[in-house]
């Protein structure tokens, strides 16, 4: 049986509120962010996921924040170094010194890249020098070589060589006769040349040599068979009238007469739509005036100078596919490498030190385009030779793209696949800018504050901080 519980008094018992614990009131938050109706937030440690998100974009954005501020203290540094020659007065009737760059669209890409690294890493430093340039570009392979031949042989018109061709339709010699009727002369100091990548390197060796070893004038075009056999429709022979017409009247002439001769008196002459004149497909790149294999018996010009001028190659990395997506990614964050090598070769052009390519004997017998032809001594001296243009830039061909090493039957001379054949006379003759070791310790003490402009001696780095400002 069970046991009895006597009932208890409801008035005795303790309320159940008073034994509750009293609630906390929510935080009250940011009065400001209530008056904008924006909820109360509260702050946490993100999630796992946040956190992984935000370690990568953080790193990333570091690195890419810190190598651009790096960039523009290398740039700073080399515009410093050279901006004293802004400074420097120039007469009213003379000419500023003028360079010229070259750069073409590196193989698989377009030439809008060639032009982005120019303007990003070049232009700074010769704008900061008050120097003028003169562009030629290529926007297809073989365009800078037919650009610099072409530039030699109007040099070469001008110094009084017989030509053909009249000198009166040349821009440029026109323009410079109207500076020597002004009183305005060119600059007397060193020039130069600035050529961007390994493919632009192999157009301007080629076209230097082409432009002094070859003809000034165009070679003959090849003669057909039918005119070598002397066999000739009677369509093509000339008629006694059509020799004293004028061209225009020719052409208008024999156009009637076919008119004529296709209208039958019975028949009326259909319809027919007028039909556009297929143009033939432009050829890749002009035919070079002279072969690589031509360069031992061609005759140097007597407008020849002893010396060139002075021209360097600057590197240019591009890398083009998917799987190289890491080695990108590694370009772009560490672009403060490439902005001081650029900046320190373009220095040593803006300054005007300069020193001969360097030429070696070598036991490896350097790859021709053409056979090495001559005499056993003539053959073992170019095959046992080095020279320094060979080979300079040479790493950046492994980076080209695949398609563009595919040589095709009916192509003739491909500038980019071909090595660098060189003429011991003509690589004599060359000379490549370097900075004076004085100057690179001086822009050593401009990266650290010691100096800037001129020479000038600052207390701390701040101060030429500001000033560059």
């Known amino acids: 049986m069970a046991a009895y519980t006597p009932p208890t008094d409801a008035s005795k018992a303790p309320p159940a509120e008073a034994n509750a614990k009293p609630s906390s009131a929510p935080p009250k938050g940011n009065p400001a962010f209530r008056m904008m109706g924006l909820p109360n937030f509260r702050f946490k440690l993100p999630s796992r996921n946040w956190l992984i998100f935000l370690s990568v974009t953080g790193s990333f954005t570091s690195l890419l924040l810190y190598d651009r501020y790096q960039k523009k203290l290398a740039q700073r540094k080399w515009c410093t170094l050279v901006s004293h020659l802004a400074l420097e007065p120039l007469p009213t009737t003379s000419m500023p010194r003028k360079l010229t760059v070259y750069l073409a669209a590196p193989p698989g890409d377009s030439l809008s890249s060639a032009r982005e690294y120019f303007t990003e890493y070049v232009k700074p430093i010769l704008v900061s020098a008050a120097l003028d340039w003169d562009v030629v570009e290529g926007r297809r392979e073989g365009e800078v070589r037919a650009g610099l031949a072409e530039r030699v042989r109007k040099l070469r018109r001008r110094r009084g060589k017989n030509t053909e061709t009249d000198l009166g339709e040349d821009v440029e010699f026109l323009m410079e006769q109207t500076r020597l009727k002004a009183g305005v002369k060119e600059d007397e100091g060193v020039k130069g040349d600035i050529v961007i990548g390994r493919h632009t390197w192999k157009e301007y060796m080629r076209g230097l040599h082409e432009g002094w070893l070859g003809p000034i004038d165009p070679p003959p075009s090849p003669v057909s068979p039918a005119s070598v056999d002397g066999s000739s429709s009677p369509e093509s022979l000339p008629s006694p009238i059509s020799e004293s017409l004028p061209p225009s009247d020719v052409a208008q002439s024999q156009d009637d007469a076919h ?211």
């Open 259 to 469: 008119l004529s001769n296709d209208a039958s008196p019975t028949e009326s002459p259909a319809f027919e739509a007028p039909t556009q004149p297929t143009k033939p497909p432009k050829p890749l790149q002009q035919t070079p005036f002279i072969s690589t294999s031509n360069y031992s018996s061609a005759t140097l010009p007597p407008t020849l100078p002893p010396t060139f001028d002075p021209s360097t190659p600057l590197p240019f990395p591009h890398i083009l596919g998917f799987f190289n997506t890491p080695i990108r990614i590694y370009r772009f964050l560490t672009r403060r490498h490439l902005a001081n090598a650029v900046g320190r070769d373009t220095a040593a052009v803006v300054l005007a030190g300069s020193r001969p390519y360097e030429q070696s004997a070598s036991t490896i017998a350097i790859a021709h385009a053409e056979p090495v032809t001559g005499s056993d001594e003539q053959v073992a001296g170019r095959k046992g030779t080095w020279y320094e243009q060979q080979r300079t830039l040479d790493h950046e061909e492994a980076e080209w793209l695949k398609s563009v090493w595919i040589r095709k039957d009916d192509e003739g001379e491909r500038v980019w696949l071909d090595e660098i054949v060189v003429d011991p006379r003509v690589a004599a003759r060359m000379r490549k800018f370097e900075l004076d070791p004085a100057e690179g310790l001086r822009a050593v003490r401009i990266a650290e504050g010691k100096e800037g402009m001129l020479g000038e001696t600052v207390k701390d780095a701040a101060a030429v901080v500001s000033k560059a400002e």
